[in-house]
């Protein structure tokens, strides 16, 4: 009964945790920095009652002996504890702490072993302030952030110190010549660079409307390393240079010179090696979503363009994204003919994923099947893959295309 009731009370350890939270918070080193009035900062113990005094009264003073152990009068440091006066019947007036206050942020920072770690904060934010003191408001927000990367913030200011010094600079992160530093440090600190730099930098010196770890080339005028497509020629009378099956960079496909009059876009990469020679045919690796890159290649306005996608919400969503820039593709496979001849190799997508927006540019044909997808009236979320699609029916559609 005794454990029962002595675990609901305070103990020293308790006042360490509690203090220990602020540090993780990031509010100790917030109130150091900023000066906040964060101190002297009080913690309300949980003590005995009344009727503790009398019931377990040694463990009340063994309670309170534990408690006085950490007091700032017998340490040097740590918490001051507040006391109040407690009458019982038996055993008269006594005092027991109610509360432990701590008065000042090094006492906290003492009582954690925190105190090197805050002189080391001290001196790298200041060196920060120094060079870029318009990184005020973020040392008082992300002050463990910087701590994290203690190790390497000098170098992490060279690199602010060369973004400065170098706007825009349209090279490969690769060209970046910063003592100490190299692609790699970079390229695992996109996130706190990008942060970093947003703060420091002009607006001038930074590309609006990219944001994110995956635009960080972009946004700060980078050259990144360029989007590629791949495509076979289906006809050995279109090879290039004897060559049928070429990746090559979107703004490079973008001009290139052939006479090819039929182009197929298909999803599955075993889908377009195994796509049968068609006379003066192309096929296209589709990229899913990514589809806007054939966006750049005005001479597909001129040929014949086929679209050959999976048969579910997200492959009519495609369709309908690559008709916004191409609008005369047609579908290929994509039909009801094709999902019912295919029933037993349907699959399902997932619930969590399926396309639901509203989707203005496919025919009317494309348009009832794609609702009917959405409502589930052939089968729960059902969706039939393009690689499913037997080869001699894929065959007999091309041909026939």
């Known amino acids: ?44 113990l949980r003590q005995p009652g009344v009727a503790d005094m009398g019931e377990q009264f040694e463990a009340v003073r063994a309670w309170i002996g534990a408690l006085a152990v950490g007091d700032r009068e017998r340490r040097g440091y ?34 954690i072993g925190r105190a090197a770690d805050a002189r080391l904060f001290d001196r790298l934010a200041g060196a920060t302030l120094e060079a870029f003191p318009a990184l005020r408001a973020w040392l008082g927000s992300q002050p463990l952030k910087l701590l994290d990367h203690a190790d390497a913030w000098e170098r992490v200011l060279a690199v602010l110190h060369w ?18 530093v190299d692609t790699k440090f970079i390229e695992s600190r996109r996130g706190l660079l990008t942060e970093l730099l947003d703060q420091v930098l002009p607006a001038g010196a930074m ?18 390393k360029p989007a590629l497509i791949r495509f076979r020629m289906l006809d050995p009378g279109h090879f290039i240079g004897g060559l049928s099956d070429l990746t090559v960079p979107v703004a490079q496909f973008a ?25 003066s045919g ?30 579910d919400t997200h ?27 295919h029933a037993r190799l349907w699959g399902q997508e997932d619930p969590d994923k399926r396309y639901t927006g509203e989707l203005g540019r496919l025919t009317d044909a494309e348009h009832q099947l794609f609702i009917e997808l959405c409502d589930n009236i052939h089968g729960e979320r059902l969706r039939m893959e393009q690689e499913r699609v037997g080869y001699r029916w894929a065959l007999a559609a091309i041909r026939n295309a």
């Open 1 to 44: 009964m005794r454990g029962v009731r002595t675990a609901r009370w305070t103990t020293p350890e308790d006042i360490v945790a509690s203090t220990r939270q602020l540090w993780d918070s990031g509010a100790l080193l917030r109130a150091r920095f900023e000066g906040a009035a964060l101190f002297p900062y009080e913690l309300r």
């Open 78 to 111: 740590g918490y001051d504890l507040v006391w109040r006066a407690v009458n019982h019947r038996q055993l008269g007036r006594n005092n027991i702490p109610v509360a432990a206050v701590i008065p000042s942020v090094e006492d906290a920072l003492r009582m």
């Open 163 to 180: 973004f400065v010094a170098h706007p825009l600079p349209g090279i490969y992160l690769r060209q970046l010549d910063i003592e100490g």
């Open 207 to 224: 590309l609006a409307n990219t944001s994110g770890v995956g635009q960080f080339e972009t946004r700060f005028g980078l050259v990144s």
């Open 255 to 279: 001009t290139l010179d052939t006479r090819v009059e039929r182009v197929f876009v298909t999803e599955n990469e075993v889908n377009a090696l195994a796509f049968p020679p068609v006379r």
């Open 282 to 311: 192309m096929v296209v690796f589709g990229g899913g979503y990514g589809i806007d890159r054939l966006a750049q290649t005005g001479w597909l306005h001129d040929r014949e363009l086929l679209y050959w996608g999976d048969i």
């Open 315 to 341: 492959g009519f969503a495609i369709l309908d994204r690559l008709r916004a820039n191409l609008p005369h593709v047609r579908s290929l496979l994509m039909d009801a003919q094709t999902l019912h001849v």
